[in-house]
């Protein structure tokens, strides 16, 4: 008997940006003893969940030491803004696994989503074309897409297409008490805040 298709998460990294003078991006930074990228991939790992890391170049290396190169799929970059968007990485990811029961978009920058949130949106996506974590009525990450919706993920090319998709599609929400969802790391103030509250958002993390 053949394997059930399993949902896939796909972890767009963003390209490196202007982070102090080794110019590195949020990704590689240190957040306790490992990196923000290390973060989230473990917490994928964890959830039993496969995955695909969409990545620049510059970070396959990187990517390569905590997932196997066979999840590793370089997108060279676009003409315009640096690096690829989330979006576009997201229609990558889904035409790499294209037997997916459904996929999961979790950017690399969201190291405090816990594993039972990914599973409980992977769920979700059995009775639901569309589906995402929200915490206290807030829409945040993972988002996740059905296999009903693999030609239209296809055709991502930007982010806009994915808000019509939203629009198109009655999109489920899964209340989650995790605020990692909305954890945002746009900036080096988030990274420094992250860093002063680390001890204690993982001990919460470990226990959640």
Do not use: C
Request: no cysteine; aromatic share 4%.
């Amino acid at each position: 008997m053949s394997a059930i298709p399993a949902v896939i998460v796909i972890v767009p990294q963003a390209a490196p940006g202007q982070r102090g003078a080794a110019q590195r991006p949020a990704v590689s930074e240190a957040l306790g003893e490992r990196s923000v990228l290390a973060h989230t991939l473990h917490n994928v790992m964890a959830s039993s969940l496969p995955m695909i890391v969409v990545t620049p170049p510059e970070l396959a290396e990187e990517a390569s030491r905590w997932v196997a190169r066979r999840d590793v799929l370089v997108q060279e970059a676009r003409p315009g803004p640096a690096g690829p968007r989330e979006f576009h990485a997201l229609a990558r990811g889904v035409a790499a696994r294209p037997d997916a029961s459904g996929w999961l978009l979790l950017p690399a920058d969201k190291p405090l989503v816990r594993p039972t949130v990914l599973q409980a949106v992977a769920r979700a996506l059995d009775d639901h074309a569309v589906a995402y974590a929200a915490h206290r009525g807030q829409r945040g990450f993972p988002l996740g897409f059905g296999a009903e919706l693999f030609s239209e993920l296809l055709r991502l090319e930007e982010d806009d297409g994915v808000r019509r998709l939203l629009v198109r599609y009655p999109a489920v929400s899964v209340p989650v008490d995790d605020p990692g969802v909305l954890q945002p790391l746009d900036s080096e103030a988030d990274l420094v805040g992250l860093r002063a509250r680390w001890p204690e958002v993982a001990a919460m993390s470990a226990h959640g």
